[in-house]
């Protein structure tokens, strides 16, 4: 059963910075191309950063580029997502996802 | 490229029949999918590449559609049905439609 973990959510002030874990269980992670994506408290889905495989492609979406970089531990079956100089725009559920299946997010509040 | 779903709001009751709209701002092939999602849960795939119904998907579910225009049809509504469903394009990047709601009547 494929199984997509996060960890890492929490508060946060303006500012400040977190990591983003998603461990990955019941399939070849090294094979797959990953996404996050989040979700602001009563609205839609925003794409956030797309890495390819072997990590040597990456993607951002214009509102997170050059403050979020998302990398991949394939040894260990783990993404992530380093998320600096954060705002209060950037409160989001954050799920990482497949093309075919997403973890069941963690929370990001930034607020003072 | 932007997504655009219609309408809204679908208010329909169980056992009628559901069509919702996805349309892209230029053209995405096939690439496009559709999700559902329930009030504090994931999103969940069930249609990729335009037409293909995900693993465990129930088959009153289909989607049609290329290049621009797409839609997803339910047969007849599930209670379960009664969520709120977004297209997602995959051509470039991936970028969601606004959503929309299906509702009970």
């Known amino acids: 059963e494929v199984q997509l973990v996060e960890s890492g959510g929490g508060l946060v002030q303006p500012g400040g910075s977190l990591r983003l874990s998603c461990a990955a269980s019941g399939f070849t992670f090294r094979n797959y191309e990953m996404n996050w994506v989040r979700q602001a408290p009563g609205k839609g889905l925003e794409w956030v950063s797309y890495?390819?495989?072997?990590?040597?492609?990456?993607y951002y979406a214009d509102s997170v580029k050059g403050r979020f970089f998302i990398f991949r531990d394939n040894r260990k079956n783990s993404l992530y997502l380093q998320m600096n100089s954060l705002r209060a725009e950037d409160t989001a559920v954050y799920y990482c996802a497949t093309d075919f299946d997403w973890g069941q997010g963690t929370l990001v509040t930034v607020s003072s | 490229i932007a997504l655009t779903q219609s309408p809204a709001t679908l208010s329909l009751s169980p056992g009628e029949r559901a069509t919702l709209s996805c349309r892209a701002s230029q053209s995405v092939s096939s690439y496009l999918a559709w999700y559902q999602q329930k009030p504090g849960q994931a999103p969940r795939l069930l249609i990729y590449d335009a037409s293909k119904r995900a693993t465990d998907i129930p088959a009153r579910f289909s989607g049609s559609g290329s290049g621009t225009d797409f839609s997803l049809t339910i047969s007849s509504l599930e209670p379960e049905d009664f969520a709120v469903y977004y297209c997602?394009?995959?051509?470039?990047?991936?970028?969601f439609g606004q959503g929309t709601k299906v509702e009970i009547k």
């Open positions: 890495i390819s495989s072997s990590g040597s492609t990456i």
């Open positions: 997602q394009q995959r051509s470039n990047f991936w970028t």
